[in-house]
């Protein structure tokens, strides 16, 4: 059964700490892991990666993917309150569909 | 068109009665998702169309749900007898697929359904 994993599943942190956030993945037929953002409402898009090694950027923001290993990684520096969110992580299938599965999420609490 | 709308964003119904959501895509986007979110959980796939075929359906999308996309623009996902255990966060999300490039999917503010 195809399945996304992450971890931590809740982090507390302090403004200006540095977060990294887990995903790792047994999926069949893989075509590209995203990562999204939820605060109160629906996801919003951060990052969608699809070869290894290669690192994105947005600010403070970066993910790296490792297909390998089957893992990504979502790094946070300088942490603010603003980043207080549910941090998602979803695998797509190589399908016609694009239809893609979500982890559980890891809550990260940034405190001032 | 700023993006994916929702509606109701919110509804409260007893137990057995029917309910019916709408989603508005971006304009421009043929494929449409519909997920379901329960509190603690990623979203989870329950269908998909692109333009107005409804080409995947989950598991988990019981004989009592239904969804269609009449002329491939909005859609609407009924839930026929609702039981509490329907109660969720019904999420649509919309992208553009053409020429072998595939678009990231932009979700919609999503329904909090509440079954009594």
């Known amino acids: 059964e195809d399945k996304v994993v992450q971890s931590p599943l809740s982090l507390v942190v302090h403004e200006g700490d540095t977060v990294t956030l887990n995903c790792s993945y047994e999926?069949?037929?893989?075509?590209?892991l995203l990562w999204y953002k939820q605060e109160k409402k629906a996801p919003t898009f951060l990052f969608m990666l699809t070869s290894s090694g290669i690192e994105k950027k947005s600010g403070r923001l970066s993910s790296i993917l490792d297909k390998k290993e089957l893992f990504s990684i979502l790094n946070i520096t300088a942490t603010q309150t603003g980043d207080s969110a549910i941090y998602l992580c979803a695998v797509e299938f190589n399908t016609n569909a694009g239809k893609s599965t979500f982890g559980d999420g890891t809550t990260l609490t940034v405190k001032p | 068109d700023t993006g994916v709308s929702q509606n109701p964003r919110h509804k409260i119904t007893k137990r057995g009665q029917n309910v019916t959501f709408r989603c508005d895509p971006i304009?421009?986007?043929?494929?449409l998702y519909w997920y379901r979110q329960t509190l603690g959980q990623g979203p989870e796939f329950l269908t998909y169309?692109?333009?107005?075929?409804?080409?995947?359906k989950s598991r988990l999308l019981s004989d009592r749900f239904s969804a269609e996309r009449p002329k491939g623009s909005f859609s609407t996902l009924e839930i026929q007898r609702t039981e509490q255990g329907d109660s969720a966060m019904y999420l649509c999300?919309?992208?553009?697929?053409?020429?072998?490039?595939?678009?990231?999917?932009?979700f919609g503010p999503g329904t909090r359904l509440l079954v009594l």
């Open positions: 304009s421009e986007h043929n494929r």
């Open positions: 169309f692109q333009n107005e075929a409804q080409l995947e």
């Open positions: 999926v069949t037929n893989f075509r590209s």
């Open positions: 999300a919309s992208s553009f697929s053409g020429s072998g490039a595939r678009g990231t999917q932009y």
